[in-house]
């Protein structure tokens, strides 16, 4: 049975647990001989963790936002930019059928095959699709 979860997220997680899912990007030995550079990055990582920096590039929402003057992440605002885009072409009445489709996951089949059972799932649509005519393909991941 599926655990309901309740409440906030979780705190911050410790400093080795921080460490372990930092350095899991960089197991492979040819980062070895940059360990002490990937140290002072973790330092720097750990300290924009601990201060909560979780979009430290941002810019006031402006105008179609209930509060204009809030600061916004630059690539949120620039990914619903480029879905906005897509949905306007989409909507051209005189462009083929088609179905866009947006994969928000981190990973990807290229990045982790093994992880990303939504993209396979995706895939597998896309296949299907494509074996349509009438179906224009269009990804935008």
């Given at each position: 049975?599926?655990?309901?979860?309740?409440?906030q997220?979780?705190?911050?997680?410790?400093?080795?647990?921080?460490?372990?899912?930092?350095?899991?990007?960089?197991?492979?030995?040819?980062?070895r001989?940059?360990?002490?550079?990937?140290?002072?990055?973790?330092?720097?990582?750990?300290?924009?963790?601990?201060?909560?920096?979780?979009?430290?590039?941002?810019?006031?929402?402006?105008?179609?936002?209930?509060?204009?003057?809030y600061?916004?992440?630059?690539?949120?605002?620039?990914?619903?930019?480029?879905?906005a885009?897509?949905?306007?072409?989409?909507?051209?009445?005189?462009?083929?059928?088609?179905?866009?489709?947006?994969?928000?996951?981190?990973?990807?089949?290229?990045?982790?095959?093994?992880?990303?059972?939504?993209?396979?799932?995706?895939?597998?649509?896309?296949?299907?699709?494509?074996?349509?005519?009438?179906?224009r393909?269009?990804?935008?991941?």
């Amino acid at each position: 049975m599926t655990e309901v979860r309740k409440g906030q997220a979780p705190g911050q997680i410790e400093r080795a647990a921080f460490h372990e899912r930092f350095m899991d990007s960089y197991r492979d030995p040819a980062f070895r001989s940059e360990a002490d550079a990937l140290a002072r990055i973790e330092v720097i990582a750990w300290k924009a963790y601990q201060e909560g920096r979780k979009a430290p590039v941002t810019r006031k929402a402006g105008p179609g936002f209930a509060d204009p003057e809030y600061e916004l992440s630059v690539d949120w605002l620039e990914a619903r930019d480029r879905i906005a885009q897509a949905q306007a072409n989409w909507s051209l009445p005189d462009t083929p059928s088609r179905v866009l489709l947006i994969n928000g996951s981190r990973a990807t089949m290229a990045a982790v095959p093994a992880r990303c059972p939504r993209h396979t799932a995706s895939c597998n649509w896309r296949a299907r699709c494509s074996k349509r005519s009438r179906c224009r393909r269009t990804y935008w991941t």
